[in-house]
């Protein structure tokens, strides 16, 4: 079983950033996500096995970068100009294999991390 470990969420104020981090046991492709109550799972970010190559969705196109440490196996979110409505549960995912391909839809992974809350208040 392949586990993923995410950390690093907190309660933040609107304006701020946030950095956040997930663990994998191994390298992988790389996606990040998040679910906001009452609302389905939204992709946010991608980055290739190789890392050097990402993909974002509009909503956070400009004010997310996702990046990957593959000697830590390591894939991070980092969260600048953060808006009440970027409050959400934020998970991780991990898709087996090789290459530059980056990966935009939940049943494009094969691993998934338990999220981390991060709540942005006005």
């Known amino acids: 079983q392949v586990q993923l470990v995410v950390s690093g969420g907190r309660l933040v104020q609107a304006g701020d950033s946030l950095k956040i981090s997930c663990v994998a046991p191994g390298r992988f492709a790389m996606g990040w996500f998040r679910q906001a109550p009452g609302k389905e799972r939204e992709f946010l970010a991608a980055?290739?096995?190789?890392?050097?190559?990402?993909y974002y969705s509009d909503s956070v196109q400009g004010r997310f970068t996702i990046s990957k440490d593959n000697t830590e196996n390591t894939a991070y979110l980092q969260m600048d100009s953060l808006k009440p409505e970027d409050t959400a549960v934020y998970s991780c995912?991990?898709?087996?294999?090789?290459?530059?391909?980056?990966?935009?839809?939940?049943?494009?992974?094969?691993?998934w991390g338990e999220g981390t809350q991060v709540t942005v208040s006005s």
């Open positions: 995912a991990a898709r087996r294999g090789f290459g530059e391909r980056v990966f935009t839809t939940s049943q494009d992974y094969d691993y």
């Open positions: 980055i290739s096995w190789t890392g050097s190559r990402t």
